[in-house]
């Protein structure tokens, strides 16, 4: 699984002859955090740098297909929740991850950089993750996960777009964290919280292949 998922990075990041003018390359920096057992509910909590790189492959104005390969790190403890769970468990742990991701995007309004428009748009994303998990105590995992989010762009000119997003991730495993009940103890039980792992930030792409002049009569 491993194998396949760096070969379907290469290909997709590798590969400007069949996007010519459509593919975009850029980089993603930003945060991390982890919701889970030890934080249940707390958006951006405890924040660590993040950063990526991806390649777009633009559709139309309103479609694009996106890869993407990011770096983070994400970590929790019991002790900064005031409870007594929390309190009596005092569990913690600080993981670095790398997750490459395949996704879909939506632009709700039409999207194309020229010299006569610079346009702004609100988009969302999802599709399918693959997640590697490097623990404190070396151990590696690997999860598959869903990511979903949303955000803005802004063309700065023809080939550059500038923008914004945040991406949840839920994945399908409850041992991101090391603990998988929310019981004292480390021993399963009843009550089942899967983790989630959230990336947000800005990120920048340029578009190296586009050679199109900006006449309409070029245009897709």
């Keep these: ?20 003018t459509n593919l975009e390359f850029g980089a993603f920096a930003g945060t991390s955090y982890y919701l889970g057992n030890i934080n249940t509910s707390q958006h951006f909590y405890n924040l660590s740098p993040a950063f990526g790189v991806l ?15 990011n770096y983070g790190q994400i970590k929790a403890s019991d002790l900064d929740f005031n409870n007594i769970l929390h309190q ?23 999207f194309r950089t020229t010299i006569f428009a610079k346009p702004f748009s609100t988009f969302i994303t999802t599709g399918i993750s693959y997640t590697f ?18 955000g ?40 089942h919280n899967n983790d989630w792992v959230s990336l947000a930030g800005f990120f920048i792409t340029i578009k190296p292949f586009d050679r199109r002049g900006d006449c309409p009569a070029y245009w897709n």
Excluded: C
């Excluded at 390649?55 to 390969?69: F, G």
């Excluded at 005092?90 to 670095?96: D, P």
């Excluded at 998990?133 to 949303?150: A, K, M, R, W």
């Design 88 to 110: 009596t468990r005092s569990a913690g742990f600080i993981n670095n991850f790398y997750d490459l991701s395949l996704q879909g995007e939506f632009s709700f309004r039409p």
């Design 133 to 150: 998990v490097q623990e404190s105590n070396g151990t590696v995992s690997d999860y598959f996960n869903i990511p979903f989010g949303g």
């Design 152 to 191: 803005i762009k802004y063309g700065l000119s023809r080939r550059v777009t500038l923008g914004m997003e945040w991406i949840l991730k839920k994945n399908f495993s409850d041992n991101i964290d090391g603990i998988k009940s929310f019981g004292q103890f480390q021993s399963r039980s009843l009550v």
């Design 55 to 69: 390649s777009k492959y633009n559709i139309d104005e309103h479609y694009t297909l996106r890869a993407s390969l």
């Design 1 to 20: 699984m491993k194998t396949a998922a760096i070969f379907f990075f290469l290909v997709v990041f590798i590969n400007p002859v069949y996007t010519g």
